[in-house]
């Protein structure tokens, strides 16, 4: 069963660039027709939808974050990176990595999810 572990600073300041990294076991992360995505929810806010690297090494990302955000994949390690740059408070939330067979994932019941990582933008 694979399983999907999100690492990274809890805090960044604003205008810094946030990164994380999903380490993932149990299944590979080349492996045909699976997709590997960043969702963060901020108190109070629907599930947003970061972006997703696929199998092949290709990347989506959100209209409304494309211009902030970079997805990047260590395949020698079975980890996938998420880079936000610029962050303010608002990018405040719990940072998710997931896996599933669609580019876009909107729910936990989608695929399968890491626990989160809280992410605080503050100085």
């Known amino acids: 069963q694979v399983q999907l572990q999100e690492s990274g600073p809890g805090l960044v300041k604003p205008s810094q660039t946030l990164s994380l990294t999903c380490t993932v076991s149990?299944?590979?992360?080349?492996?045909?027709?699976?997709?590997w995505s960043w969702i963060r929810q901020s108190p109070g806010k629907e599930v947003e939808w970061m972006g997703a690297i696929g199998y092949s090494g290709g990347t989506y990302y959100s209209p409304s974050l494309k211009s902030r955000t970079s997805i990047s994949r260590d395949t020698s390690k079975n980890q996938f990176t998420l880079q936000l740059s610029s962050v303010t408070p608002e990018d405040t939330a719990v940072y998710y990595c997931?896996?599933?067979?669609?580019?876009?994932?909107?729910?936990?019941?989608?695929?399968?999810w890491g626990q989160g990582t809280q992410v605080t933008v503050s100085s």
């Open positions: 997931a896996r599933s067979n669609t580019i876009q994932v909107f729910s936990t019941k989608q695929g399968s």
């Open positions: 149990g299944g590979s992360i080349t492996t045909n027709n699976y997709y």
